[in-house]
């Protein structure tokens, strides 16, 4: 009983690393693919979570999209649906033990002093099975996040 305690809190060490590293390697572009499901929505516990947000000032939400999608996308990432205020990529993880994708969920809002980036990461367990478990993991890899929301406040910064 206590080695597989042990052995499922490894597997979930071992994914949420798989995914702080996806988020921080570089790796080829990959060209989107077009949305086969519905976006990961946040379930009534996740929206209580505060999620790292920032707000960028002058700036289109055009501009802002674009810098996200090139970014996201040359960390290997595909575009797994896409909106004028909303981006989902998602990444498959290797080295778990049953098939696991993370996702990443960026939404823009505009506010009085420009557009509000919010940023939120999910886990999926046996995606598009019967047996999918989708866990948010934004609190694990916040300071990761808000690492790169502040990249796009410099990018912005930018003549």
């Not at 994914?15 to 976006?39: D, R, V, Y």
């Not at 960028?56 to 939400?61: A, E, L, M, P, V």
């Not at 810098?67 to 990444?91: A, C, P, Q, V």
Request: charged share 20%; aromatic share 4%; with cysteine.
């Amino acid at each position: 009983m206590k080695t597989q305690k042990s052995n499922h809190a490894l597997q979930r060490a071992v994914a949420i690393f798989c995914i702080a590293i996806a988020c921080g390697l570089s790796a080829c572009s990959s060209n989107p693919a077009a949305p086969s499901t519905k976006p990961v929505e946040p379930t009534p516990a996740a929206a209580n979570q505060t999620a790292p947000s920032i707000i960028i000032q002058s700036r289109s939400s055009k501009a802002i999209t674009e810098d996200i999608i090139r970014y996201r996308t040359s960390k290997g990432m595909k575009i797994r649906s896409k909106s004028t205020l909303r981006l989902e990529f998602m990444m498959m993880m290797s080295n778990t033990k049953s098939p696991t994708e993370a996702r990443m969920s960026y939404v823009l809002n505009q506010t009085e002093s420009g557009w509000r980036v919010t940023a939120r990461v999910y886990q999926i367990t046996n995606p598009g099975s019967q047996q999918e478990k989708v866990q948010e993991i934004t609190a694990a890899v916040s300071d990761k996040l808000t690492e790169e929301l502040a990249s796009y406040a410099k990018i912005s910064g930018k003549p």
